[in-house]
């Protein structure tokens, strides 16, 4: 009973598709072809939840009240007609990041953005406030990084697929706060949803934020059950819809976050992972570097470029 409660005072941080604890990683199942260079952007205090299902505007992802409030779901849909933009100066093509102006979203973007490629930021707000949530995150704007407001919870899957129709690859930061009515398929049905277009739009890759198996196994799963579910449900689907073609990457605590958020300690003796580290693993993904399963902290530091 002990440890149990001891779970469930460090689980209120985990609030997001990358907010989990990991005491021991497992080994993990990586494949690794040659490493491209990356420069680091990391941002430490707090974490968000990658971003693309925000909550609304008075819930804080890391208090430890937040965990038992709902987030609002994914609610606006645009017009995905056009194609893709590509980055005109380098002709690297373009990465759609599902939640892209979230705190490991915003990372992963900048990355992307810095090594010549074209970044499509795909999220439930509008343009105007990914492009605030980002410079908030950042300090600054992402040039040339197109946001598109999309509800990946019931647009088509003929509309999110247009979305990402002629992408180089496709990368997942959506997730949904434990205490949500909708925890389960808010993970799993949705980041289901998002595979399933990007495959219908022929996008070669598929990278997803998952979370530490160490964690889902341990006594907090006995709280946050329906969270667990819905991860690994989302895990699955991506595994069956890319195989060898994708990378899921599980972490347990992020370091960092968007700047006035507040999350509670971590659990004694477990190290975050920093943010910049994971945004490595993610963007060595999306480009074909990595694939398999990453699975844990050590694990992210270790397969890191």
Known sequence: MKSILSYLAVATAITSSCSAFSVHPPSSHITATSSRDASCHMKQDGHDNNEALQPPSHLTRRSAVSIFTTMLPLSIIASSNNPLPV?????KGTVVVMGGAGWVGAHV??????????????SR?????QTERTKSILGTAI???????IDAGTASTEDLASAMKGALAVISCVGIAPGSPNVKDGNGVVNARIAKAAKSAGVPKFVYIGVASSLANGPAK???????KGKAEA???VAQEFGDKSLIIKPAIIAGGTPGEKRPPGPPGVKPVGVDAVAQVVVAGALGDLSGTIDGNDAILAGAP
């Open 87 to 91: 980055n005109a100066a380098s002709g």
């Open 109 to 122: 973007s900048q990355r992307l953005q810095t090594q010549g490629y074209t970044v499509v930021s795909i």
């Open 125 to 129: 707000s509008t343009s105007d406030v």
């Open 143 to 149: 040039p040339g990084v197109k946001y598109v407001s």
């Open 222 to 228: 006995f709280v946050l059950g329906d969270y667990f």
């Open 235 to 237: 895990e699955k689907n």
